[in-house]
Nanobody
Framework: QVQLVESGGGLVQPGGSLRLSCAAS????????MGWYRQAPGKQRELLAT???????NYAESAKGRFSISRDNAKNTVYLSTNSLKPEDTAVYYC??????????????WGQGTQVTVSS
């Protein structure tokens, strides 16, 4: 079984920054693509950014310029640095990862989510 555990969310003032972390643990041989999504109240979950094991990144338009995704393969951890936060960035932020099990079968996993609230 694989677990994704997020951390780093919280309450921040407009213009502030947060760094979210997501660590994968369990029984697997490799973590492939990792990504961050968010879901605001009453809205659909949206993709923010993805990063491959080789470090190639992809960003949604809403994340370009203010958010940065990175990962530490040795720790099976992905990060999302968020800057110049706005009230409309308030949402639950979810980590996603494609993980290869011990038989090299790929499965998709989600974290439990971490709340980010941007408010003065």
């Amino acid at each position: 079984q694989v677990q994704l555990v997020e951390s780093g969310g919280g309450l921040v003032q407009p213009g502030g920054s947060l760094r979210l972390s997501c660590a994968a643990s369990g029984s697997f041989v490799r973590v492939n693509v990792m990504g961050w999504y968010r879901q605001a109240p009453g809205k659909q979950r949206e993709l923010l950014a993805t990063i491959t094991s080789g470090g190639s990144t992809n960003y949604a338009e809403s994340a370009k310029g203010r958010f940065s995704i990175s990962r530490d393969n040795a720790k099976n951890t992905v990060y999302l640095s968020t800057n110049s936060l706005k009230p409309e960035d308030t949402a639950v932020y979810y980590c996603n990862a494609e993980v290869a099990d011990n038989w090299y079968r790929n499965y998709d996993y989600w974290g439990q989510g971490t709340q980010v609230t941007v408010s003065s």
